[in-house]
């Protein structure tokens, strides 16, 4: 991790532990580069990613302030550093592996990852709960010819840091798709809801820094957990 | 508009144009400085703000690569440049002022926009069409103390424009927030749906470069075209 990415972070914290509200003011540029012993430069490096994620917002020859928290209940769509180092015992967010496979790939996952159809793939389910309910089921794909090994020990653990300690794979941009439909037989007796009732899926699809997919998500959400927030930076900036 | 940006809409443009694909290369950074006759630094702007919304993709010593085209029928979620510039006449999505009105703000409203219950609001009712087929009904809320008059002309040109040019309002960072429920009476009417069918509902809360929310949207999505598109920037920069 570079150390602007690491200030970022430890800004962050300081913000959620002593739990700062929107309009509070941060310390100035130069408190912070002689706290962090960094140069100014990096100062604004930190800054900048800490605005994009949505945390802070800047008002020039103003200031930095905080963002405000975001409604109870809705999680961040986009992903988060946060996420990598959550603590299942104390996290209202967690996982079940529930089973692992080598598959040929179907056509939609063909498509998502650029293969041939019937390529093998290492497939994994996971039941993801969020405060004790059902949040979704989500089912992921990897190329098996860039993960050639994988297992549950392995899913249970972080996956990224074993793509990326491990394997040394860089992982570079993520296309998400968001899409409504209905519940079918199958969904509905998993989730406890009726037949024809909403649901939302969610696709990622992975991709390395040179451009190639190596993982296809797609999860199903129980329609009363599926909230999302994403914090956008500025408008003007577009 | 600033250079960068304007350079990065160009550069758009040219591979909206020429149907670019995925992994196409684009012309080293030199190219581009000679070509459009300015500094390295702006170009790096320009290719830094292309990145982050997902239209291309660098690859540290190999150069810089188009990102693919998104499945069809999918809209970007995050608001884009392209969006102001929709040609009505030829763009598949369009959208038509069905009502407007000053009212008191209703709760929801007043907490979204930082106000007290009761406090006059501008709310403007839309209809958003994609291909023609109905694609959402919106209701925006402008606090009225920030923008103390508004008419149909103008929120049927460029509300944006009329904001920032003629109120000389800065706009600064947006939250999305994005829930599912079943649709009312009221709501399967208008869709020509069935009561209970799916809805999608998309709010935005929209800030001034202040922190002070002056403009708050809630939109119904029908469920069969709320398809949603998010071009992930890299990951390893999270």
Same mark, same amino acid.
């Given at each position: 991790?570079?150390?602007?990415?690491?200030?970022?972070?430890?800004?962050? $914290? %300081?913000?959620?532990?002593?739990?700062?509200?929107?309009?509070?003011?941060?310390?100035?540029?130069?408190?912070?580069?002689?706290?962090?012993?960094?140069?100014?430069?990096?100062?604004?490096?930190? &800054?900048?990613?800490?605005?994009? /994620?949505?945390?802070?917002?800047?008002?020039?020859?103003?200031?930095? +302030?905080? $963002?405000?928290?975001? $409604?109870?209940?809705?999680? =961040?769509?986009?992903?988060?550093?946060?996420?990598? @180092?959550?603590?299942? =015992?104390?996290?209202?967010?967690?996982?079940?592996? #529930?089973?692992?496979?080598?598959?040929?790939?179907?056509?939609?996952?063909?498509?998502?990852?650029?293969?041939? =159809?019937?390529?093998? #793939?290492?497939? #994994? /389910? !996971?039941?993801?709960?969020?405060?004790?309910?059902?949040?979704?089921?989500?089912?992921?794909? %990897?190329? /098996?010819?860039?993960?050639? %090994?994988?297992? /549950?020990?392995?899913?249970?653990?972080?996956?990224?840091?074993?793509?990326?300690?491990?394997?040394?794979?860089?992982?570079? !941009?993520?296309?998400?798709?968001?899409?409504?439909?209905?519940?079918?037989?199958?969904?509905? $007796? +998993? !989730?406890?809801?009726?037949?024809?009732?909403?649901?939302?899926?969610?696709?990622?699809?992975?991709? &390395?820094?040179?451009? @190639?997919? +190596?993982? %296809?998500?797609?999860?199903?959400?129980?329609?009363?957990?599926?909230?999302?927030?994403?914090?956008?930076?500025?408008? =003007?900036?577009?």
């Amino acid at each position: 991790m570079l150390k602007y990415q690491y200030i970022a972070i430890e800004m962050e $914290r %300081y913000i959620t532990e002593n739990s700062l509200q929107q309009g509070d003011k941060l310390p100035i540029i130069e408190t912070l580069i002689s706290h962090y012993k960094v140069s100014k430069s990096t100062i604004i490096k930190a &800054l900048k990613l800490m605005e994009d /994620k949505g945390i802070v917002f800047l008002v020039r020859g103003s200031g930095i +302030f905080v $963002r405000g928290q975001s $409604r109870q209940g809705y999680v =961040n769509l986009l992903p988060s550093q946060k996420f990598e @180092q959550v603590d299942h =015992n104390t996290s209202p967010a967690w996982r079940k592996v #529930v089973g692992m496979d080598i598959v040929g790939a179907l056509p939609e996952v063909a498509k998502a990852l650029g293969l041939e =159809n019937c390529s093998k #793939v290492y497939t #994994v /389910k !996971f039941v993801h709960y969020l405060e004790k309910q059902v949040l979704c089921m989500e089912q992921v794909f %990897y190329n /098996k010819d860039i993960i050639s %090994y994988l297992d /549950k020990e392995i899913i249970s653990n972080s996956i990224n840091n074993y793509l990326k300690d491990v394997l040394g794979l860089k992982i570079g !941009f993520s296309d998400i798709y968001l899409n409504l439909d209905k519940l079918n037989t199958e969904e509905a $007796r +998993f !989730f406890g809801l009726k037949l024809g009732d909403p649901m939302l899926c969610k696709e990622i699809i992975y991709h &390395l820094t040179s451009g @190639q997919p +190596f993982c %296809y998500s797609k999860a199903i959400y129980h329609y009363k957990q599926a909230k999302f927030v994403i914090k956008g930076n500025s408008v =003007n900036s577009l």
